[in-house]
């Protein structure tokens, strides 16, 4: 073998080991950087130019970023419920806290408290104090259901307020993928893996997962489209638009569209899904039962409080409430201002008689409610077990997908994650053959030497 083929060899060792070297470097660096895959260098041998058969050494085949796509699929996959159900939990618990039951100053109380004040006043109809409680006990009762009616819309107003942050940031992530297709491309067409490139992108990638449910397809020139029910959010090296049109008749919240043409984004999951679902269905159901069960209310006590006869023993036909439902309702301000309105009475000319209050009373056991079979108590029961059984299946499926993707977050780092312990191994392995490489060009120096002083 020539001095020369073996110098050569030598010097292309060194430089593979060097770079073998820079990327064990790397990887250790990057030990803590989230979204990072360690890189591994792959050395293959260099044929022979002639016809000797001696190999002419080393060279660098690859760089190959440590990645499973199948683990980031079923992260991503898994990420899209995640998302849905941690905005369904977040919403509810707000409805849950809200409500605030079992509490003395809850719905359910006081409108015990205002039907007991009904039953404290039958049976003293000529006292002014009773009166005044049966007053302060309905508007109580208003208070605390207009304050559930607020809470309910600051709710879906907090959901319509994330969903304008949520689709904001993926139109910036899908806006950063097109950036950095359009640089995997570019670095890839040198014969560079692109490497950390594709990272920063796999992590923007992971976080638009977790806000809507995407699809993605990976193509041979390194760049990725992502969809979104069927339409391009990311072609190539080009990003759409998604845009929050006001809708007007839905309370001014936001209809999410594509801005190309104005259709409907559908997306019917990860955070954007799950804050239509609670904006648009769940909490406005919520809002329809708790206003059933108020307009019942109002209902039921002016029927029976326009039927009977004010302390005047003439006065009749006055309504106890104003308003239709929870949003509105309040004590009649004819009553609040005279309390001789109150109806105490159910037949005229008898100031003491307290039949129409008792009467009033016992529609506390009335069942009014769901076609004739449930009292009010029972009604609001219903739809406490109803938001308690929601709030648990969506925390528990919550935590239950956090779960499943904390484990393949681990699965992943085993095999994409960087282990210092085998980084120093690689590190060894690469320097010994660094060494080598060294030793061998020393020693062809000397043969040299030894060569011209021969010849000298």
Do not use: C
Request: hydrophobic share 45%; no cysteine; proline share 2%.
């Amino acid at each position: 073998m020539a001095i020369s083929i073996g110098l050569n060899s030598a010097v292309q060792s060194l430089l593979a080991h060097q770079q073998a070297m820079d990327a064990v470097t790397h990887n250790i660096a990057n030990v803590n950087t989230p979204g990072y895959s360690r890189q591994r260098i792959h050395l293959g041998a260099v044929a022979p130019a002639g016809s000797s058969g001696v190999g002419q050494g080393v060279e660098v085949l690859s760089v190959e970023r440590v990645r499973d796509l199948f683990i980031d699929f079923q992260i991503r996959s898994q990420s899209h419920s995640a998302g849905d159900y941690s905005a369904r939990a977040d919403s509810l618990n707000l409805v849950e806290l809200a409500f605030g039951e079992p509490s003395d100053n809850g719905l359910r109380a006081v409108l015990g408290q205002f039907f007991n004040a009904w039953r404290d006043l039958s049976n003293a109809p000529e006292q002014s104090a009773a009166r005044s409680a049966v007053v302060q006990a309905g508007e109580t009762v208003a208070f605390v259901a207009q304050r559930l009616a607020t809470s309910m819309s600051e709710i879906r107003a907090d959901a319509n307020t994330r969903l304008e942050a949520s689709v904001g940031e993926i139109n910036d992530l899908a806006k950063q993928v097109a950036a950095l297709n359009q640089s995997i491309i570019e670095v890839r067409a040198t014969g560079d893996p692109a490497a950390d490139l594709t990272d920063k992108r796999d992590l923007a990638l992971d976080r638009l997962s977790q806000l809507t449910d995407l699809r993605t397809i990976q193509h041979d020139d390194g760049h990725v489209d992502v969809f979104i029910g069927g339409r391009s959010l990311v072609q190539g090296v080009k990003a759409s638009e998604i845009d929050l049109v006001i809708n007007p008749l839905n309370q001014n919240f936001y209809d999410v569209q594509w801005a190309q043409d104005g259709a409907t984004v559908a997306s019917q999951s990860g955070e954007v899904g799950g804050l239509l679902h609670q904006r648009d269905t769940d909490l406005p159901a919520r809002m329809a039962d708790l206003n059933t069960l108020v307009a019942q209310v109002i209902t039921d006590v002016n029927a029976v409080h326009a039927a009977g006869f004010g302390q005047d023993g003439v006065t009749t036909g006055t309504a106890f409430f104003t308003g239709t439902d929870a949003t509105d309702i309040a004590v009649n301000a004819a009553v609040s201002g005279d309390l001789g309105l109150v109806a105490a009475a159910s037949a005229g000319g008898a100031p003491g008689d307290g039949s129409g209050a008792l009467a009033l009373a016992d529609l506390q056991r009335a069942t009014n409610l769901t076609g004739g079979s449930q009292t009010y108590e029972a009604y609001f029961n219903g739809m406490l077990t109803r938001l308690g059984v929601s709030v648990r299946d969506a925390s528990g499926t919550s935590q239950a997908q956090a779960a499943t993707i904390a484990h393949l977050d681990q699965l992943r780092a085993s095999v994409s994650g960087v282990s210092l312990d085998e980084e120093m191994v690689a590190m060894v392995q690469y320097q010994k053959g660094y060494e080598a490489a060294a030793k061998v060009i020393s020693t062809i120096d000397d043969m040299i030497e030894q060569l011209f002083a021969m010849v000298g």
